[in-house]
């Protein structure tokens, strides 16, 4: 048994702020641990001994079991993440998975207020799309590759339907026969996802995660997202979400991930669109709520970014307003982070509707940012070959040099957006923000409140 002269808490170990009481009056704290997720709930005086490292008022047996976790540890702080850092890079390194980020269309049926995108009607050409296909299929000729993602992005992903289905038909019968484990998800604006092309996306091309952005309720995204024409999308992305839930029966895991876009104009209109998706029935386990604070994507957006007085009271009251209303909210992760995103590391990739091969999803159709950013063409690089080193694939040999290494989220976030912190720009995920009322959201689940 350890002595407390050489344990201590892991610097992973994250409290809630809050005490919980269950039925028969006991108190209790939520503990979470990142570095191997998981949370603990914690009889108070347990808790209040960890806090202060008084282990000697604890039985030999809660000692062994949270040393035995993790929770307590030998291993100084900068061990500990100097082990969480040789994870991450490792997961950059291990080659056994390829990520595609497909972009088959330049074009987008909105016109949203924030967006730096210039969209045209440019899309994959017959021999373009076959060049993607031959290319996300040769990646699997590597004998170390088991796992292969595709995220369906744009514009807007769906005016390319046709070649969504017609490439997942293409690679998915080749991946099964080859034993390739195959996971893809998809971000749209939800205005052309019909019950028949959710029904098709989610069985014929396995799409297990749909992301469908909003801005908060019918008032503020028709202000913020119209059409070409410069009318609101909002009502009829409403009523595709009800024609999902009334006319599909989603494949187990499924789920529509409504992503709420917080803006000065949407802050105070998100109980309109919890009400309008708890009227239609869109409710968990298939649908969830992600908050995302609207930021600067490579203009000045000032105007639409809120500040953070805005956005706590925003999601507080969200959460609240959802959690009565049975609408999912994001939990806990229970798993540390594996992939961040295409920018720090060669074997993922964006694929642009003009054969362009580039590491960061905010730099295509971006002026400026597509030509100087681009870092070869598909015909280039051939089918076989991994992308060009670019500028964020040592992240995690510079992420010393920002906050991310003295956060106790980092196992569960890897760091989030290099580009933001870079460009000076706070880039912790929603995470960061709702720890607290994410616990809340456990604590009420387990009955402890």
């Not at 924030?114 to 440019?122: A, D, F, K, L």
């Not at 992308?387 to 992420?399: A, Q």
Request: hydrophobic letters at 35%.
């Amino acid at each position: 048994m350890s002595t407390e002269t050489n344990t201590h808490l892991s610097r992973y170990a994250v409290w809630s702020t809050n005490d919980y009481k269950k039925p028969d009056g006991s108190t209790f704290r939520l503990l979470y641990f990142t570095a191997a997720p998981y949370l603990l709930a914690l009889p108070t005086h347990i808790a209040d001994h960890l806090r202060s490292e008084r282990f000697s008022q604890l039985n030999p047996h809660t000692l062994y079991h949270l040393e035995e976790a993790g929770v307590l540890t030998h291993a100084s702080r900068d061990d500990e993440l100097r082990c969480v850092m040789e994870r991450l890079q490792s997961s950059t390194r291990s080659g056994t998975r390829r990520s595609f980020v497909v972009m088959p269309t330049a074009n987008c049926n909105l016109h949203c207020t924030y967006c730096p995108q210039v969209n045209t009607n440019h899309s994959y050409s017959k021999s373009l799309q076959q060049k993607v296909t031959q290319r996300i299929l040769n990646a699997t000729t590597d004998p170390k590759v088991t796992n292969v993602d595709v995220r369906w992005y744009g514009g807007e992903p769906l005016l390319a339907y046709a070649s969504i289905m017609e490439l997942s038909s293409s690679v998915l019968p080749v991946f099964d026969a080859r034993g390739i484990t195959y996971t893809s998800m998809m971000v749209t604006n939800g205005s052309l996802l019909s019950a028949q092309k959710f029904t098709d996306l989610t069985t014929k091309c396995r799409v297990k995660t749909i992301v469908v952005t909003l801005d908060g309720g019918e008032r503020s995204n028709n202000i913020t997202r119209i059409n070409r024409a410069g009318r609101g999308m909002y009502r009829l992305i409403i009523d595709n979400l009800a024609s999902i839930v009334k006319f599909t029966n989603a494949p187990q895991g499924t789920k529509v991930i409504v992503r709420v876009n917080i803006s000065p104009t949407s802050a105070n209109c998100i109980d309109d669109l919890l009400n309008d998706l708890h009227r239609i029935g869109a409710t968990a386990p298939l649908f969830e709520l992600q908050f995302m604070p609207v930021y600067s994507w490579h203009q000045d957006n000032s105007q639409h970014i809120p500040d953070n007085v805005t956005i706590d009271g925003a999601i507080r009251s969200a959460y609240h307003r959802a959690s009565n209303l049975n609408i999912g909210l994001p939990t806990l992760p229970s798993q540390t982070k594996h992939k961040l995103c295409p920018a720090v590391g060669r074997a993922e990739e964006i694929i642009t509707p003009d054969g362009g091969i580039f590491s960061c999803t905010e730099d295509p159709l971006v002026p400026g940012y597509h030509s100087q950013r681009q870092l070869t063409t598909i015909d280039a690089l051939g089918s076989d070959k991994l992308r060009p080193p670019d500028r964020y694939d040592d992240w995690y040999l510079r992420i010393n040099d920002f906050q991310c290494s003295n956060c106790p989220l980092l196992p569960v976030c890897g760091g989030s957006c290099p580009q933001r912190w870079i460009e000076g720009q706070p880039a912790c995920p929603p995470l960061r923000r709702e720890l607290q009322l994410r616990m809340d959201q456990y604590a009420k689940k387990a009955r402890l409140l």
